[in-house]
């Protein structure tokens, strides 16, 4: 079971990039990377997932560097809505496997100021 | 649009009563899952399905169980309500590109 490290909490201010780091030592071969994002009295919503090297989607950007026990969630510019807990999650949800990844540290709170 | 509900999405409740939090989703998936938060934690798996008929124990499941009689229902049983299981409870689904869909939580409170 890869259990996952990140920091408690970040502040920032807008239009400024945030880094958030993920560690996952023990990520298994066919683990995928997945990041979630939960605003208050929501259910988390999915943003980005990858395997190795870099991911790019609209709204973030995903490292992963070649021994992929750590990634980084890379939000360009953020803005005041993106207030949020930041979670990580490693793990295969391949058939019959699903039940060994699903877990969900205590993730990152982002605070983004003025 | 596909989507996936909860209902209700307040409930209190006594000790020792049996509640069922139901779950429903349109998306046609064959996996779903139930978890629990807690204020200022993370999500924890209760029970997931990976479909009709299948069901499994995640690592919170005790006083709780499921059923999955039909693709898009997967309803949370607590069989005696226990103020321990007071929490915000969240369903999702999940398709084969690795990305889970939640809905929108049932808030309960246990007297």
């Known amino acids: 079971l890869a259990k996952t490290t990140q920091p408690i909490s970040m502040d920032s201010y807008e239009g400024q990039e945030v880094n958030i780091t993920c560690s996952h030592n023990?990520?298994?071969?066919?683990?995928?990377i997945t990041w979630y994002q939960q605003f208050p009295s929501q259910g988390p919503r999915f943003i980005i997932q990858?395997?190795?090297t870099k991911v790019t989607n609209e709204v973030a950007s995903l490292f992963i560097p070649a021994d992929r026990k750590s990634s980084t969630l890379s939000l360009p510019r953020v803005s005041l809505s993106d207030t949020a807990v930041y979670y990580c999650?490693?793990?295969?949800?391949?058939?019959?496997?699903?039940?060994?990844?699903?877990?969900f540290g205590g993730g990152t709170r982002l605070m983004v100021k003025p | 649009d596909a989507e996936i509900t909860q209902s209700p999405r307040h409930k209190i409740t006594e000790t020792g009563r049996q509640v069922t939090l139901a779950c429903h989703q349109t998306?046609?998936?064959?996996?779903m899952f139930w978890y629990r938060q807690d204020l200022g934690h993370g999500l924890r798996l209760i029970h997931y399905?990976?479909?009709?008929?299948?069901?499994n124990k995640g690592e919170v499941s005790d006083g709780y169980s499921v059923s999955r009689s039909n693709t898009e229902d997967l309803p949370l049983t607590l069989e005696s309500a226990a103020s321990s299981q007071t929490s915000v409870y969240f369903c999702?689904?999940?398709?084969?590109?690795?990305?889970?869909?939640f809905g929108p939580g049932t808030r309960l409170t246990v007297l």
């Open positions: 999650l490693v793990g295969d949800l391949t058939l019959n496997n699903a039940g060994n990844m699903l877990t």
């Open positions: 023990n990520i298994a071969t066919n683990d995928y």
């Open positions: 990858g395997y190795k």
């Open positions: 998306w046609n998936h064959n996996n």
């Open positions: 399905s990976y479909g009709v008929h299948d069901t």
């Open positions: 999702a689904s999940w398709d084969v590109a690795n990305e889970q869909f």
